[in-house]
């Protein structure tokens, strides 16, 4: 499995800000997910990032909101745009190796508080 | 649309005893794979075990074994002689084996307490 990591780990916001978290792989990998898990819930797709091409967004996510980057085969960022409280979430990263293998693993994902 | 559904919000174990987590999912496809992933406080999410749904043999990872009943649509997880290091959110999750997508599907999770 790869190791992923997020930056940053934690941030508090103020209304209306943006914020880009970070996602870094220690190896190439095929393919680049993000992730938002609200207090108390469950995870919630957000996008598939593809690199080299748009991100593909999950009903209910938009671009606008959720621009994503994904430059080369092991990094992506996702930027939480134009802030409000009801953003206030856990955002995880999660990578597979390769189209169509079952597995994903996880990054240890960025708790984002808006103020 | 697919949807996995633990009905236990919350359960609790003696260290060293045993217990069974829920599972159970909706579907109209035949083939696919299920998972049991763990969040410990840390957050960091890891795959604890891993189901085909064409094997019939239940999979096993040490002290964590699945019982996969497929017509029923129930995946439960059972932890053997649980440690405290078990405590922990366990989601269970379905995957279609032809979603090259690889969209999961999350249910809402378990909170799992380990007594000392």
């Known amino acids: 499995s790869a190791v992923i990591s997020q930056k940053p780990s934690r941030d508090i916001c103020q209304r209306g800000t943006s914020l880009t978290i970070q996602c870094q792989v220690d190896?190439?990998?095929?393919?680049m997910f993000w992730y938002r898990q609200q207090p108390g819930q469950s995870l919630t797709l957000i996008a598939t990032?593809?690199?080299?091409?748009?991100?593909?967004?999950e009903s209910g996510f938009v671009i606008d909101k959720f621009p994503i980057s994904r430059p080369n085969l092991t990094f992506s960022t996702l930027t939480v745009s134009n802030m409000s409280p009801e953003d206030s979430s856990i955002y995880l990263c999660?990578?597979?190796?390769?189209?169509?293998?079952?597995?994903?693993?996880f990054g240890p994902g960025t708790r984002l508080t808006v103020l | 649309a697919q949807t996995v559904t633990q009905s236990q919000p919350e359960m609790s174990v003696q260290e060293a005893e045993t217990v069974t987590l829920s599972c159970t999912y909706d579907?109209?496809?035949?083939?696919?794979?299920l998972f049991w992933y763990k969040q410990p406080p840390s957050r960091q999410m890891i795959l604890v075990i891993r189901?085909?749904?064409?094997?019939?043999q239940n999979a096993t990872e040490n002290r964590f074994s699945v019982n996969f009943q497929k017509a029923a649509k129930s995946f439960s997880l059972k932890i053997s002689d649980s440690q405290l290091g078990d405590a922990a959110m366990y989601f269970c999750?379905?995957?279609?084996?032809?979603?090259?997508?690889?969209?999961?599907?999350f249910g809402p999770g378990t909170r799992l307490s380990v007594l000392p």
């Open positions: 579907t109209s496809e035949s083939d696919y794979y």
């Open positions: 190896s190439q990998v095929t393919m």
């Open positions: 990032a593809n690199q080299g091409s748009e991100a593909t967004y």
């Open positions: 189901q085909e749904a064409y094997k019939q």
């Open positions: 999750a379905y995957r279609s084996r032809d979603n090259y997508g690889q969209n999961f599907v």
């Open positions: 999660s990578v597979a190796n390769r189209v169509g293998t079952d597995t994903q693993y």
